[in-house]
Every structure is written in C-alpha cells, then in structure tokens.
C-alpha cells in the first residue's frame, strides 16, 4: 500500500521519515518540556526506534506518521499522522502531532490533521480516527476539536473520536 506516501500542504511537505532524519526529530521529540503531555524518547536510539518501528507498520497499514517539513526553508518541524500505535495497539487508527516548540501556535498542527483527515476519509476510508490528549493540554484539544473530533471518554487522558466524513 502507498496511499499518501507523500503529501504537500500550504506550507509542508509531508513524507515518510527516514532514520536520517532522527537529530532532527530528536531535538523535539526527546525535550521533555516539549513533550510533557506525552512520550519523550529518552535517548537518539529510542528516536531511530520509534521511527523505525512506525515505519515498519507504515509497510502493513499503508499510513504511519510523517516527518513534517516546512517548505518554504527545508527545515523539519515536525512528526505526526495517522498511525495504529505498536506500543499500544487495539484503539485503531489514531492522528497524532509532535512539533518543535519553535514552531507552536503558528497553525501547522491544524495544516497536518486536515491532510491527515483528508487521507482518511477519502483514500482509506476509514470509519473513524481518534486521538489522544492530556487534559492539561489546552492548545491540542483546541487543534482536535477545531477538525471535529469530540472527546468520547477519559482514560489516563482524554480519547477524541472522529468518524468519516
């Protein structure tokens, strides 16, 4: 499968990461700080891990998350998509986002679940995508509710649901 292998938005490019790319990813998704709300790799292995890990079910599911790259200067900024989560499997397809700090508040969560939910809906059809979000995490339940998703219950954090359109 190689539905949405490559997408362009506005202002990103949205491709498959590479192990290559994990300095880069690392600089965000191992801050603590940046990353809060949720996981942070402790290490550039655990990084190269997880990449390769959401790339090896990209081969079994056709999506997984992007390496997320602005445009208009080449700089990655991002991770994040559609993916069935390997480490914690049976909730279906979920959308998740991780962004440099840098680059927060600036829209390009929003720009990603729109070509994510695009790709869901038209291309894989798929029934339903949730997400989740730490209560505390006012700015990403912003970001899910503006793309239509409603929180369906709360777990250790809340579970947003969204059904095809």
């Known amino acids: 499968m190689e539905i949405g292998l490559q997408i362009e938005t506005i202002r990103l490019l949205l491709r498959p990461s590479r192990l290559s790319d994990t300095p880069a990813l690392f600089q965000f998704l191992g801050d603590r700080e940046a990353m809060k709300h949720t996981h942070v790799d402790e290490t550039q292995t655990a990084c190269r891990r997880r990449i390769a890990v959401h790339e090896r079910r990209r081969r079994h599911d056709g999506y997984a998350p992007w390496t997320v790259i602005r445009k208009d200067d080449g700089k990655i900024i991002g991770w994040g998509g559609l993916y069935n989560d390997p480490?914690?499997?049976?909730?279906?397809?979920?959308?998740?986002?991780?962004?440099?700090?840098?680059?927060?508040?600036?829209?390009?969560?929003?720009?990603?679940?729109?070509?994510?939910?695009?790709?869901?809906?038209?291309?894989?059809?798929?029934?339903?995508?949730?997400?989740?979000?730490?209560?505390?995490?006012?700015?990403?339940?912003?970001?899910?509710?503006?793309?239509?998703?409603?929180?369906?219950?709360?777990?250790?954090?809340?579970?947003?649901?969204?059904?095809?359109?």
């Open 87 to 165: 480490s914690d499997p049976g909730w279906g397809c979920e959308i998740g986002y991780f962004f440099h700090p840098d680059v927060w508040r600036q829209g390009y969560a929003s720009e990603l679940i729109s070509a994510a939910l695009n790709l869901a809906d038209n291309q894989l059809k798929l029934p339903a995508v949730r997400a989740f979000a730490h209560p505390e995490n006012a700015g990403s339940r912003k970001v899910l509710e503006s793309a239509g998703s409603k929180v369906d219950r709360f777990l250790n954090r809340l579970l947003f649901s969204r059904p095809r359109r």
